[in-house]
């Protein structure tokens, strides 16, 4: 299973930008799916989940900016990231567990296929 995500890139605060992530070798619709991000010496955090009936969770720190959407029929899923801060700056992740499919879990370990990371940067 390749997980490929794009849309990164750099935008000025306020800016938006939305992130896609599409998977090849396994149809991923029964299974909860979301977008991590990582700043250097942090640890992976979930910034938005989805499961597999399309329930979102939202870390508090991007719930109401972000929006997290997938589209089955694509086997992809995308983060509308709107009204962006430089503290989200980072590189994002998308990731799928084969774990869950009714629940979002944020422990990254939980999380068996990832993307190859897309960076996103925010200017002040």
């Known amino acids: 299973v390749q997980l490929q995500a794009s849309g990164g890139g750099l935008v000025q605060a306020g800016g938006s930008l939305r992130l896609s992530c599409t998977a090849s070798g396994r149809t991923l619709s029964r299974y909860a799916v979301g977008w991590f991000r990582q700043t250097p010496g942090k640890q992976r955090e979930l910034a938005a989940g989805i499961t597999a009936g399309a329930t979102t969770s939202y870390a508090d720190s991007v719930r109401g900016r972000f929006t997290i959407s997938r589209d089955n029929a694509k086997n992809t899923w995308y983060l509308q990231m709107n009204s962006l801060k430089p503290e989200d700056t980072a590189v994002y992740y998308c990731?799928?567990?084969?774990?869950?499919?009714?629940?979002?879990?944020?422990?990254?370990?939980?999380?068996?296929?990832w993307g190859q990371g897309t960076q996103v940067t925010v200017s002040s």
């Open positions: 990731a799928a567990t084969t774990k869950y499919s009714t629940i979002v879990v944020a422990a990254a370990h939980l999380y068996n296929y």
